[in-house]
Each structure stands twice: as structure tokens, then as C-alpha cells.
């Protein structure tokens, strides 16, 4: 909102895991009027409820929701590249199979060329270099440190 002066009308596209923080994500997105393109692995997609609960608020509010495994799909003229940690507190015995899981889900400049030209990219930290690279993470088009000092006044 800081950024584009408004939440409704944009698109939102999570690429990445489907952890507690996209589900927040899905519990808000329409609500403030915004679209959200969702790719997750097979296997890690968002809870059921969630989604069919997020599915409801889309057609109440008039927004959009695309669920896929594919990347760049989710990306696609989105404003805003959101990714989070592939690996939660309590899953690290999990990541030799969750790294395999989630290749091709990094975030590069790739990915961004199928986004929208004003595109963004966020993530609550901290990140890790397999999630998005370092030229997205460091790009102007990066608000990850901004977004950290929101957060610091909220906390």
C-alpha cells in the first residue's frame, strides 16, 4: 500500500510453499480488493479450508484466484512476487526432499519478466538464496527491507 498508494486492483503472486503466512495472505488478499496467483509443489499447496474459504471471499469481493503449480502462471502480470522460507522451524529434517520439491520455484529476474512492469517483490525474512536470487533480492524493485522496518513498528 506504502508503495502503489492502494491495495485494490493489484495482483498478488505467491511462489513458494503453502505455509502460514500465504494463508494469512489468502485470508486478506480479497478483503482489500486484491488478486492473488498462488504456485505451489504438488503436495504443499495451502489448507483445504483456507482455500475454500479464500475461493468465497474472491467471488464476494470481486477479485480473482488462480491456484497452479506452475511459476511463471502465477506471476503472470502480477504486481507484487511474494515468497516466503521453503523450510519452517521444526521441518529441517525435511529439506534435502522439500529443496528437491521446490525446484524451479526460485524467484529470478526470469520469473519477473512474465510480471507486471511496476512488479515488487517481498519477503518477510529471513531469506535464503535458493527462495530468490540475488538479483531480484538486491534489485531496486526489491521492498524486503522496507517491508523488515514496517514490520519492526508492528511487532
Not at 49 to 66: A, D
Not at 129 to 149: G, R
Request: include cysteine.
Amino acid at each position: 500500500q506504502e508503495h502503489y498508494g492502494g491495495l485494490k486492483g493489484l495482483t498478488m503472486a505467491w511462489i513458494g510453499d503453502g505455509n502460514n503466512v500465504l494463508q494469512s495472505f489468502m485470508a486478506s488478499a480479497a478483503k482489500l480488493g486484491m488478486h492473488l496467483r498462488i504456485a505451489t509443489p504438488r503436495g504443499f499447496e495451502p489448507d483445504l479450508r483456507i482455500t475454500k474459504i479464500t475461493e468465497q471471499n474472491s467471488k464476494e469481493n470481486g477479485t480473482k484466484l488462480l491456484l497452479t503449480t506452475d511459476p511463471l502462471e502465477a506471476a503472470d502480470s502480477a504486481n507484487v512476487l511474494v515468497t516466503d522460507t521453503w523450510i519452517s522451524m521444526g521441518q529441517e529434517e525435511e529439506k534435502k526432499e522439500r529443496l528437491k520439491a521446490f525446484q524451479g520455484y526460485q524467484i529470478t529476474m526470469q520469473t519477473a519478466k512474465s510480471a507486471a512492469s511496476n512488479w515488487t517483490f517481498l519477503h518477510c525474512l529471513p531469506r535464503k538464496p535458493e527462495e530468490v536470487d540475488d538479483e531480484v533480492f538486491y534489485s531496486p524493485q526489491s521492498l524486503v527491507f522496507q517491508e523488515a522496518e514496517n514490520r519492526k513498528w508492528t511487532i
